[in-house]
């Protein structure tokens, strides 16, 4: 069945450093990725969309990376800030949009 | 951005009434607009696709006579949990999806408890 995937749970870091989260996905082949933030009790909010043909995209301290032959796209919080702490969710593009598990990203003074 | 409007944002109801959960698109035409249940610290689960002027698709599982969805209009859709649970407890999320290629547009969400 077509699955995305985040597989890491949780995610501690140090503030000032880099966060990576990871997104896989399994057989199918989404035309485009996003990557969505969430605060405890809100909706989802954008961030940032990469398609298929686009290795990479940046947003400021944002950036994600797309590979089609790895079946997986990276996000980034460079220079990670306490305020960056929420749950990351990556989802596809299909008409019935489905998302990852999220990673609760938490980054400590 | 494009904008979309849930109402009401926390809502408790006793067993076996019903509650009606609306979401608006303010400032765009939403054709489409899902449905989404989400337990705590767990991911976003679509129920349901609602789209205007015919019957919603439901996921498997979902139980279409409980949760009624109503798309009457180009900007209005509205989730219905009838005969609610303590187990119906959860936070529900819509979101009307943006051209092909563009991100989608989610509502505040709606914390149901159920007692």
């Known amino acids: 069945s077509q699955k995305i995937e985040q597989n890491s749970e949780a995610l501690n870091i140090q503030e000032g450093k880099t966060a990576t989260l990871t997104c896989n996905y399994t057989?199918?082949?989404?035309?485009?990725l996003q990557w969505y933030r969430q605060d405890p009790g809100r909706g989802p909010v954008f961030l940032l969309l990469i398609r298929e043909n686009e290795k990479e995209k940046r947003k400021e301290r944002l950036k994600v990376t797309f590979d089609t032959t790895l079946k997986q796209s990276l996000f980034h919080i460079t220079a990670s800030q306490p305020a960056d702490s929420a749950t990351y969710l990556c989802?596809?593009?299909?008409?019935?949009?489905?998302f990852g598990a999220g990673t609760r990203l938490t980054v400590k003074p | 951005g494009a904008v979309v409007s849930q109402h009401p944002s926390w809502v408790i109801c006793k067993s076996g009434t019903s509650v009606k959960i609306e979401c608006r698109s303010l400032d765009f035409q939403a054709t489409t607009m899902f449905w989404y249940r989400q337990f705590p610290k767990q991911s976003l689960m679509l129920m349901a696709t609602?789209?205007?002027?015919?019957?919603?698709?439901?996921e498997q599982g979902v139980e279409k006579d409980k949760f009624l969805i109503n798309h009457a209009s180009l900007t209005l859709s509205t989730l219905t949990v009838t005969s609610a649970h303590p187990e119906d407890s959860s936070f529900y999320i819509c979101s009307a999806p943006g051209q092909v290629g563009t991100e989608a547009f989610f509502g505040q969400g709606t914390r149901l408890t159920v007692v």
């Open positions: 057989n199918y082949s989404p035309a485009y």
């Open positions: 989802a596809d593009n299909n008409n019935d949009m489905r």
């Open positions: 609602s789209n205007e002027g015919s019957k919603a698709t439901y």
